[in-house]
């Protein structure tokens, strides 16, 4: 779909909370159409908490009346973002709308063992991809690792469904279609450029080593030294409160940008540590190592997530780039109130760094977004897209 070029890139964002879904919806695109001042968007995002599964199927419907020349891509979500706020544990309805003159918008939908062979982006030459898929979705990394090879000055960003207690219970929606499978997203281009944040939310303890023996990701030495040794050594280096962390919140660090000469927080691909054996030392880790790669152990809570993010956005804007006219944000369900202890924390702080853009977004069950040029599925992690014209 082309956009016409009348006026300039505008975005809103609303959040509707009642029980009643139709009124629900109804509010949502109202206080979206004022925000425009009536004007038509040409993209809507929209994510549903689970509470209104039983009348997901109207959705594409309800949404197609109120913006009927707009593409719609959304997902359900088990907690739900947008206008500055963040809902756990209760029925929202958040819908993102963009006029966005000058871009063309390009939706595609994959299921499951295709590749974009089956698209329609075989001449595409994207700024952006936002991509939903569902949890159950067999070949993530792999399709990520296609959109990087096709797509290598993209910019990717999404997130995977959550809400749903049992398979076939989340939702994707590409226009008029709902479906409980597969990939759906939409390709961007032209005049607009598309800045992607992700913060990670761990920080790097002790000093960086080389991977000397490893079996896809089980890690059998570092520094050719059992890994269990250097656990134990670095355990005895830290302060009492990294001690506890390093019980229950230990990560590994992966080096994407190997030749470099110094390494700090957020050059790193942030792994699980998904088991330890002690009797051979061996640490097995979600990710395939590769021997001479450069590792660090990572923790993670609360403090460290927060001054993660704050972080980035600092970086962000001392990059003095044109403001952003909207944001996605695509949180982990790991974070939220339940890590903060206290609602609204991500959203808070983009509105804190960058003012108050319209900001949407949902809890995620993995996050889509890129260290290093690479894309990736995350866990723990805010995946955040920034909006703005080109130039």
């Not at 009642?18 to 995002?45: G, M, S, T, W, Y």
């Not at 299921?111 to 070949?139: H, I, K, Q, R």
């Not at 059992?226 to 134990?232: A, K, M, N, S, T």
């Not at 206290?342 to 003012?355: K, N």
Request: charged content about 20%; proline content about 6%; overall charge negative.
């Amino acid at each position: 779909m082309e956009t016409t070029p009348d006026d300039t890139m505008r975005w809103a964002s609303a959040v509707a909370t009642d029980d009643n879904f139709l009124k629900a919806i109804a509010v949502a695109a109202r206080e979206i159409r004022d925000q425009l001042e009536a004007d038509d968007p040409d993209l809507v995002f929209a994510f549903v908490s689970p509470h209104h599964r039983a009348v997901w199927d109207a959705l594409p419907r309800l949404l197609a009346q109120e913006f009927p020349t707009a593409t719609l891509l959304g997902a359900s979500g088990g907690g739900i973002i947008g206008s500055g706020h963040e809902f756990e544990g209760r029925a929202a309805v958040s819908l993102t709308a963009a006029r966005v003159p000058r871009v063309t918008v390009r939706p595609f939908v994959l299921e499951d063992g295709t590749t974009f062979d089956s698209c329609d982006l075989a001449d595409a030459d994207p700024v952006a991809l936002v991509v939903l898929g569902e949890p159950s979705y067999g070949n993530i990394e792999d399709l990520l690792s296609e959109i990087d090879r096709r797509f290598p000055a993209t910019t990717v960003v999404g997130g995977m469904a959550s809400g749903a207690r049992h398979v076939g219970e989340n939702f994707l929606l590409l226009d008029d279609q709902l479906i409980t499978e597969g990939v759906v997203g939409v390709a961007l281009s032209g005049d607009l450029a598309v800045d992607s944040i992700v913060a990670q939310g761990c920080r790097p303890v002790g000093n960086p080593m080389f991977v000397t023996r490893c079996d896809e990701g089980m890690l059998l030495e570092i520094d050719g030294r059992r890994p269990i040794e250097v656990l134990h050594e670095l355990f005895d280096s830290l302060s009492p409160r990294d001690q506890e962390l390093l019980r229950y919140s230990l990560f590994l660090g992966l080096v994407m940008q190997g030749e470099q000469s110094a390494y700090r927080q957020g050059d790193f691909l942030v792994r699980n540590i998904v088991g330890v054996d002690p009797e051979s030392g061996v640490l097995a880790v979600s990710a395939p190592l590769t021997p001479h790669q450069v590792i660090q152990f990572h923790l993670r809570d609360a403090r460290t997530s927060a001054d993660d993010l704050r972080s980035h956005l600092a970086f962000y804007r001392s990059r003095a780039l044109p403001p952003p006219r909207g944001a996605l944000l695509f949180s982990c369900l790991g974070r939220g109130k339940g890590l903060y202890q206290v609602p609204d924390h991500d959203s808070r702080e983009l509105a804190t760094a960058l003012g108050p853009i319209p900001i949407g977004g949902f809890f995620c069950n993995g996050e889509i977004g890129q260290v290093q040029g690479r894309t990736y599925l995350h866990g723990y992690t805010s995946s955040i897209a920034l909006f703005r014209p080109r130039g």
